[in-house]
């Protein structure tokens, strides 16, 4: 059975930095692509960044472009979301997730929820002003 668990969130001034970890257990970080996702309230989920299983390619969305990294480490079989120059606007619930793929993808991942087979429970992230 696949689990993701996120863990880093909090409460963060404006301009201040967090980073996200993914702890994914079930299922090796080579055969999944991994997303990040934040929903805030009334709004839609939306993709923030994701890493392909086989590390070659990964894409993070304009909203966040150049205050955002996405990372992970084979060996902890854990996914990272550095966040940096928060602002009040990214204060969301931020969810990883899973998007199974064969062990010989070379594709690209997706922002699209719908493409993800498993998510974590999400973490809050709230930036004060």
């Known amino acids: 059975q696949v689990h993701l668990v996120e863990s880093g969130g909090g409460l963060v001034q404006s301009g201040g930095s967090l980073r996200l970890s993914c702890e994914v257990s079930?299922?090796?970080?080579?055969?999944?692509?991994i997303g990040w996702f934040r929903q805030a309230p009334g709004k839609g989920r939306e993709g923030v960044s994701c890493?392909?299983?086989?590390?070659?390619?990964?894409n993070i969305a304009d909203s966040v472009k150049g205050r955002f990294a996405i990372s992970r480490d084979i060996a902890k079989n854990t996914a990272y979301l550095q966040m940096s120059d928060l602002r009040p606007e990214d204060t969301a619930r931020y969810y990883c997730?899973?998007?199974?793929?064969?062990?010989?993808?070379?594709?690209?991942?997706?922002?699209?929820?719908?493409?993800?087979?498993?998510w974590g429970q999400g973490i809050q992230v709230t930036v004060s002003s």
């Open positions: 997730a899973a998007d199974f793929v064969p062990s010989d993808w070379t594709g690209q991942c997706w922002s699209a929820p719908v493409t993800y087979d498993e």
């Open positions: 079930g299922v090796t970080l080579d055969r999944a692509d």
């Open positions: 890493i392909s299983s086989h590390g070659g390619y990964s």
